[in-house]
């Protein structure tokens, strides 16, 4: 996809039309291979961080870390969906050799993100009690909630920079520099975590908030890393004076990607408001139901990922062929995003039944609640594979500009087919019902979506949006 990246130049993709030469299939995997390292390196450090707490600190402490999993991915959704706006009128910039309208686009997108990491610290951080009080948090776990969940929102800020700027790196073709940012910061977290938790060292001992501590550190040196190393290569969104100079709100482009990322972003805030609502559901069960629901969430995860990379990879290789005027490219794009899916997640779906216990048990110690939750991922793992069909067709649309209606369909099953069903399994199945909801709102989104692509998207005319 890319040449390699040198002290002397940065990663320059190759325009989709150079890519006819090699099968698809190799073009995919070429960008995708280090987005799934990436996306498994940033699990790997929130799973490794829950271990050390659940193993060190006890089920309760656990408990207390996977409350706050609904509130953080809330927030982290308001910048996910300027980061899929961006990116995608950014690969369509670089895939038409605009490369001054690439950094307009990334000025723009993170003098927005920035913006909105400030107004989550101040309220996130001032309304942290309240907020777990809402969810229904159980007492025996909130005091020790409170302080993990406030630092996590003082520190969003740079945590929504830090994801906002590996977006629009991809954006270019370049997943490799995210990768590396994600090690150095997957790193840093594994190591510190124990080390507060202990006080190694001569740190102070920090408990639960152990974990928000060295997710802190990791990002700001994942974020050192970026700025320096991006400017010694004189990368295409190194942060030079140029792209300093772009550190505004272009309200032309602010335009486009609102229109482009607000549905997406709206759509991630639903899928958090949601999990939020399952997780009042849950913790209606005790402190043992939500330290399962936490750890199924670790396993899911794992599965998930990767079927959003192939997503990402799609919208991002389809954005770059518009830009080239090679839109004919769309179709043969879905169709290899398909099949990997059925591949990657499909092999890791199986792994997950042929060894949940072992994944379940590096979380918990309590027999009766390694029990459960094995329950809980058995009941909904396979709809993953579901998942990842949507998500690719979502993908490719959204390369296009096309977000309102498959955004649309997806809030649509979140909030009148997923809640419902989880509520009302619920009264019958107690919370197997809970995770039985989410096959049936996977499989809705995909019958749906793949109805839109097939009888109403491929019949309009693409063009570019840049």
């Not at 482009?260 to 899928?271: D, E, H, Y």
């Amino acid at each position: 996809m890319s040449d390699k990246p040198s002290s002397a130049s940065p990663p320059r993709p190759a325009r989709p039309g150079a890519l006819d030469s090699r099968p698809l299939w190799r073009v995919f995997l070429a960008f995708l291979g280090p987005m799934i390292v990436s996306n498994f390196l940033q699990a790997l450090s929130g799973t490794i961080n829950n271990v050390f707490v659940g193993q060190m600190l006890g089920t309760q402490a656990l408990a207390a870390v996977s409350g706050m999993f609904p509130i953080v991915f809330f927030f982290i959704s308001l910048v996910i969906g300027i980061g899929a706006g961006a990116s995608v009128l950014i690969g369509q910039a670089w895939g038409a050799r605009e490369p001054h309208k690439v950094k307009v686009i990334a000025g723009t997108a993170i003098s927005l993100g920035l913006g909105i990491g400030l107004l989550v610290a101040i309220f996130g951080g001032t309304f942290t009690e309240a907020l777990l009080r809402a969810l229904g948090t159980p007492g025996d776990v909130l005091p020790i909630a409170i302080g993990y969940a406030r630092t996590m929102m003082l520190a969003m800020p740079g945590l929504l920079v830090f994801i906002l700027v590996t977006q629009l790196l991809r954006g270019v073709g370049d997943t490799l520099t995210p990768l590396y940012a994600l090690l150095i910061s997957t790193a840093v977290s594994c190591a510190l975590t124990p080390a507060f938790i202990r006080g190694w060292g001569g740190l102070p001992q920090l408990g639960v908030v152990s974990a928000a501590a060295a997710s802190v550190v990791s990002f700001i040196a994942a974020l050192v890393f970026l700025w320096v190393s991006l400017r010694r290569r004189k990368h295409p969104l190194a942060p030079d004076a140029e792209l300093l100079r772009a550190l505004r709100l272009d309200f032309k482009i602010l335009k486009l990607v609102a229109r482009i990322g607000l549905p997406t972003g709206v759509q991630m805030i639903v899928i958090s408001l949601a999990e939020i609502v399952l997780l009042a559901l849950v913790n209606r069960f005790g402190s043992d139901a939500t330290a399962a629901y936490g750890a199924v969430n670790q396993v899911v995860n794992y599965v998930q990922f990767p079927a959003f990379s192939i997503a990402i990879t799609a919208s991002i290789l389809g954005a770059q062929s518009i830009g080239a005027g090679r839109s004919e490219r769309l179709g043969a794009i879905a169709w290899t995003g398909l099949k990997l899916n059925v591949i990657i997640t499909g092999t890791l779906v199986l792994i997950g039944y042929l060894f949940s216990r072992h994944l379940i048990s590096a979380f918990i110690t309590s027999a009766p609640v390694v029990e459960l939750a094995q329950t809980l991922l058995h009941i909904m793992l396979w709809s993953c594979v579901v998942f990842g069909f949507q998500a690719v067709l979502g993908g490719v649309m959204r390369a296009s500009g096309a977000v309102m209606i498959p955004t649309g369909i997806s809030i649509f099953c979140i909030a009148a087919i997923e809640l419902p069903s989880a509520w009302l399994l619920s009264q019958g199945y107690g919370l197997n019902g809970v995770w039985m909801a989410y096959p049936i709102a996977f499989t809705s989104m995909l019958l749906l979506q793949a109805a839109y692509y097939q009888f109403v998207w491929r019949k309009k005319k693409i063009q570019r949006l840049v």
